[in-house]
C-alpha cells in the first residue's frame, strides 16, 4: 500500500520533471525541472531496492552532471537564445513520429502484460546488502568492462580539455 | 489499489523515453537537446532496474552503472563541444550550425 503510493509520488515527480524540461524557454528552469525528474527515478531506484544506484544517482547526476550543466549554461550567453523560437520547423514530423513510437510501445507491453504478472523471484541472501552483491558481481564477472569503462572515462576527461581549450 | 508489478515501470519508463526523445527532436537550444539525452538515459537506467528486479539478478543494475559512466562522458565531451561551438559561431542553436551544408 505505502510502495504504491511511494510510487505514485515518485513518478509524478520524474514524468513532470520531463515534461517541464522538454517545455521550458529558459535552460536554467530547464536544468532544474531535471533535477527534479533524477530525484523522481532515484526514488524509484530505491522503491525497487537498487540504494547503490539511488546514491550514485543522488551524488553523480545531480551532484556532479546538473552543476557542470549549470556552469556551462552561466558560460554561454543564452538570453539571445531565450527569446528566439524554442522548436524547429519540423516540430509535428516528430510529434507524429514520437506518437507513432508510443503506440507501438503501449501494443507491444499489452500482448506481454501476462509475463509480468508473475512475481520476480527476490534473490536476495539474508545479512548480505545491494552494494555487497553488486561489487561482488562488478569485480569478478564484469571486471574487464569496469577496466575499459576507466579507459572511456580518461578519454571524455582529455577529450573535453582540449575541446574547452581557447587555442587547440 | 492494484500492486506495482514491473509493468507499471515499464510504461513509466516508455513515457520518460518518449519525452526525452521529442525534446530531442524539436527543441532547438543544444544545452536543452543535451538535457534530454540524459533523460532518455535515465529511462534506460529506469527500465533495466525494473528487470533486475523481476528476474531476481543483479545484473542488470551493473549495466545501469556502465550507462551512467557512458552518461558522463557524453556529457563532459557534448559540453566542451557547446562551449567550442559558442567561440567560434556564436550560436546554441542546432539548426543555425550548417558549416557543411550546401
Known amino acids: ?168 | 489499489m492494484h500492486p506495482i508489478t514491473t509493468a507499471h515501470y515499464l510504461v513509466l519508463s516508455a513515457a520518460l523515453l518518449l519525452i526525452g526523445t521529442l525534446g530531442v527532436l524539436t527543441r532547438r537550444n543544444i544545452v536543452i537537446i543535451l538535457m534530454s539525452i540524459e533523460l532518455i538515459l535515465n529511462a534506460v537506467n529506469l527500465n533495466l532496474i525494473a528487470f533486475s528486479k523481476h528476474l531476481g539478478q543483479v545484473s542488470g543494475q551493473i549495466f545501469a552503472i556502465f550507462v551512467i559512466v557512458v552518461a558522463v562522458g557524453e556529457a563532459a565531451v557534448g559540453l566542451g563541444i557547446l562551449i567550442a561551438l559558442f567561440r567560434n559561431k556564436e550560436t546554441v542553436h542546432a539548426d543555425e550550425v550548417d558549416l557543411l551544408k550546401w
Open chain 1, 1 to 168: 500500500m505505502t510502495e504504491t503510493i511511494f510510487f505514485y509520488v515518485f513518478a509524478l515527480l520524474a514524468l513532470s520533471g520531463a515534461v517541464l524540461t522538454v517545455t521550458a524557454r529558459s535552460a536554467v528552469y530547464s536544468a532544474v525541472s531535471l533535477i527534479v525528474s533524477l530525484v523522481g527515478v532515484a526514488g524509484l531506484f530505491l522503491l525497487q531496492g537498487a540504494e547503490f544506484l539511488f546514491a550514485v544517482q543522488i551524488i553523480l547526476y545531480i551532484g556532479g552532471v546538473m552543476v557542470l550543466f549549470l556552469f556551462v549554461i552561466m558560460l554561454v550567453n543564452l538570453d539571445e537564445a531565450a527569446r528566439q523560437r524554442q522548436f524547429n520547423r519540423q516540430w509535428m514530423l516528430a510529434a507524429a513520429c514520437v506518437l507513432g513510437v508510443g503506440a507501438l510501445f503501449l501494443y507491444f507491453l499489452n500482448r506481454g502484460a501476462a509475463s509480468f504478472q508473475i512475481a520476480g523471484a527476490a534473490a536476495s541472501v539474508p545479512g548480505e546488502g545491494n552494494t555487497e552483491r553488486l561489487a561482488d558481481v562488478l569485480f569478478s564477472e564484469y571486471l574487464l568492462p569496469f577496466e575499459i569503462a576507466s579507459l572511456l572515462l580518461l578519454v571524455a576527461i582529455v577529450g573535453s580539455v582540449i575541446m574547452a581549450k581557447k587555442r587547440v
